[in-house]
């Protein structure tokens, strides 16, 4: 199973900053790394998929880079609404399998 | 409007059963790629089950192979799984997931909102 492991656990930001969260597998997953948004309450949203492509309706703010086992989600300017947890997950083996969350919280 | 409604959980006994349902609407349910996604209280993420779009294929994560299974009936625009021999540790929400993926590319990504299973005595 691939484990993926996500840094730092909790990013403590203030609006308007930029956000830098981090994935890392414990083998290659190529580029069938996704990324996910989850707030409070809500199931997740897919916001990147293949490592770097938005989904549909996802703002520009939210950029994703990576390929083999190193990933960035990059969220370019903080906005309130950005304020959650988010979650990386590969699709390149069975299992699937998520990281354990990197929660963006307001400083 | 697009859809996935969850039903079917509830509080259920160690070592019993319970069957989950995800009903569809608003897209075509048979084009999709389903999984079974859950989130233990407080917890994160954690993939349980996928179903190709026919129901030929099928996947399930180590922690519930044998006891959960996943089916799908298109003609009815539903999404089932099955849990049987259930544990404390199964007490989680349970989300309907679709995928509709064009030569790997995913064009669209649909979440239902949940359904809540406890296992407690």
């Not at chain 2, 009903?23 to 790629?33: D, I, L, P, V």
């Given at each position: 199973e691939i484990v993926l492991t996500q840094s730092p656990a909790t990013l403590s930001l203030s609006p308007g900053e930029r956000a830098t969260l981090c994935c890392r597998a414990s083998q290659s997953v190529s580029s069938y790394l996704d990324w996910y948004q989850q707030k409070p309450g809500q199931a997740p949203r897919l916001l990147i998929y293949d490592a770097s492509n938005r989904a549909t309706g996802i703002p520009a703010r939210f950029s994703g880079s990576g390929s083999g086992t190193d990933f960035t989600l990059t969220i370019s300017s903080l906005e309130p609404e950005d304020f959650a947890v988010y979650y990386c997950q590969q699709r390149s083996n069975w299992p699937r399998t998520f990281g354990q969350g990197t929660k963006v919280e307001i400083k | 409007e697009v859809q996935l409604v969850e039903s079917?959980?509830?509080?259920?006994?160690?070592?019993?059963?319970?069957?989950?349902?995800?009903?569809?609407?608003?897209?075509?349910?048979?084009?999709?790629?389903?999984?079974w996604v859950r989130q233990a209280p407080g917890k994160g993420l954690e993939w349980v089950s996928y179903i190709s779009r026919s129901g030929s294929s099928k996947y399930y994560a180590d922690s519930v192979k044998g006891r959960l299974t996943t089916s799908r009936d298109n003609a009815k625009n539903s999404l089932f799984l099955q849990m049987d021999s259930l544990r404390a540790e199964d007490t989680a929400v349970y989300y309907c997931a679709g995928q509709y993926m064009v030569r790997g590319v995913i064009i669209n990504d649909y979440w239902g909102q949940g359904t809540l299973v406890t296992v407690s005595s």
């Open positions: - | 079917g959980g509830g509080l259920v006994q160690p070592g019993g059963s319970l069957r989950l349902s995800c009903a569809a609407s608003g897209f075509t349910f048979s084009n999709y790629e389903m999984n």
